[in-house]
């Protein structure tokens, strides 16, 4: 799985942390998101498709 994420779309609302916190973060200063780990392991592949799921402003994309 590759994870991208478009910054500009970004809300911060923070769902993706709160879910998968080892992919990721929010910048202090807007709360942007960041992505720690483009690849995660298979074993955090449920978390990170709930985390896409879940983003308001649909700025986590998933690909195989």
């Known amino acids: 799985m590759k994870v ?3 910054e500009d779309r970004c809300c911060g609302a923070g769902q993706c942390v ?24 298979a074993d955090r592949h449920p978390l990170v498709r709930e985390a896409a799921a879940v983003c308001p402003a649909a700025a986590i994309t998933l690909s195989e």
């Open 18 to 41: 709160l879910i998968a916190p080892e992919v990721f973060d929010q910048r202090d200063d807007d709360g942007v998101v960041v992505l720690l780990d483009p690849e995660p392991g």
């Open 4 to 6: 991208t994420v478009d």
